[in-house]
């Protein structure tokens, strides 16, 4: 009696090497105010890490939770710099590091402003410029109107100022009324803390 094994069709498979890529919802945070999303997805990943840094100095190292072939991380951003991100991609044969740069930002401590002005169609109109302090400016705050001859830029044929000596957002909007008296003519208008 003979015995024989036959063996047909038998796929062999083995799993290959990890691969992975990673995307920020925002490379360009602003410190202590902005959270970034950071989201990888593997080919033959098993199990994921992160390394992160937030700029408090310091590289956080934390266990992921790939799914599905998929991970995301979400980062407070403290305070601004060059900050490294890395994922790593791991299978029972091989390892992969993936590293994004984030450029976090300070805050910035200049005065932001929504100008508006009304449209003047004839001399003798008034003109009104308002000033309102916008994204949180609490300093006081100075409004200069320079207004001259069209193509001249020596003296100014008039020069309004406008003072607020408590924070502008404490006060109303800075209003400046001129009454238009050439036909041609250019404003200059300069904002900035007082003092």
Same mark, same amino acid.
């Given at each position: 009696?003979?015995?024989?094994?036959?063996?047909?069709?038998?796929?062999?498979?083995?799993?290959?090497?990890?691969?992975?890529?990673?995307?920020?919802?925002?490379?360009?945070?602003?410190?202590?105010?902005?959270?970034?999303?950071?989201?990888?997805?593997?080919?033959?990943?098993?199990?994921?890490?992160?390394? $992160?840094?937030?700029?408090?100095?310091?590289? @956080?190292?934390?266990?992921?939770? +790939?799914?599905?072939?998929?991970?995301?991380?979400?980062?407070?951003?403290?305070?601004?710099?060059?900050?490294?991100?890395?994922?790593?991609?791991?299978?029972?044969?091989?390892?992969?590091?993936?590293?994004?740069?984030?450029?976090?930002? +300070?805050?910035?401590?200049?005065?932001?402003? $929504?100008?508006?002005?009304?449209?003047?169609?004839?001399?003798?109109?008034?003109? @009104?410029?308002?000033?309102?302090?916008?994204?949180?400016?609490?300093?006081?705050?100075?409004?200069?109107?320079?207004?001259?001859? &069209?193509? &001249?830029?020596?003296? =100014?044929?008039?020069? +309004?100022? &406008?003072?607020?000596?408590?924070?502008?957002?404490?006060?109303? =909007?800075?209003?400046?009324?001129?009454?238009?008296?050439?036909?041609?003519?250019?404003?200059? +208008?300069?904002?900035?803390?007082?003092?």
């Amino acid at each position: 009696m003979i015995m024989a094994e036959i063996y047909n069709d038998i796929l062999k498979v083995q799993i290959g090497r990890v691969k992975a890529s990673v995307k920020a919802d925002n490379y360009f945070p602003v410190a202590g105010k902005d959270t970034i999303q950071i989201d990888a997805e593997t080919r033959w990943g098993q199990t994921s890490e992160w390394q $992160t840094q937030d700029g408090s100095g310091s590289t @956080v190292t934390t266990a992921g939770n +790939l799914v599905k072939q998929k991970d995301s991380k979400s980062i407070a951003i403290s305070d601004g710099g060059e900050l490294v991100q890395k994922f790593i991609a791991r299978n029972n044969r091989t390892e992969t590091i993936v590293s994004k740069r984030i450029y976090a930002m +300070l805050p910035q401590v200049l005065p932001y402003f $929504t100008v508006s002005a009304s449209e003047v169609v004839r001399v003798g109109e008034l003109f @009104v410029v308002t000033v309102s302090p916008e994204h949180g400016y609490s300093g006081g705050g100075e409004m200069v109107v320079k207004v001259y001859r &069209e193509n &001249e830029d020596s003296s =100014p044929i008039k020069t +309004l100022t &406008e003072i607020t000596g408590r924070p502008m957002c404490l006060h109303p =909007p800075l209003t400046t009324r001129l009454t238009v008296e050439y036909t041609m003519w250019k404003l200059i +208008l300069q904002i900035g803390k007082q003092g």
